[in-house]
């Protein structure tokens, strides 16, 4: 669900194995991505990327439970 290469991060959706990606001002689909450990727990803690964090948590349960 959340995939590493180097120093990036991205989110990929496994029900689909899509990536997640939002749409820029331009209309432009593009992949969510962040840089550098320390700013993955801060984006998921961020309201705006609650969805992401939600569906990392679903994911998180299934598994575990």
């Known amino acids: 669900m959340i995939h590493q290469a180097g120093a990036w991060f991205t989110f990929i959706d496994l029900d ?8 820029d001002e331009d209309g432009n ?3 969510v991505k962040v ?3 320390a700013n ?5 803690k961020d309201e705006a ?15 575990v439970s």
Do not use: A, H, W
Request: include cysteine; charge should be negative.
């Open 29 to 31: 689909t593009v992949e």
């Open 49 to 63: 990327n609650k969805d992401i964090r939600e569906m990392v948590e679903r994911y998180v349960n299934r598994f």
């Open 16 to 23: 689909s194995g899509e990536l997640i990606c939002n749409t």
């Open 40 to 44: 993955l727990i801060p984006f998921l």
């Open 35 to 37: 840089q550098g450990q």
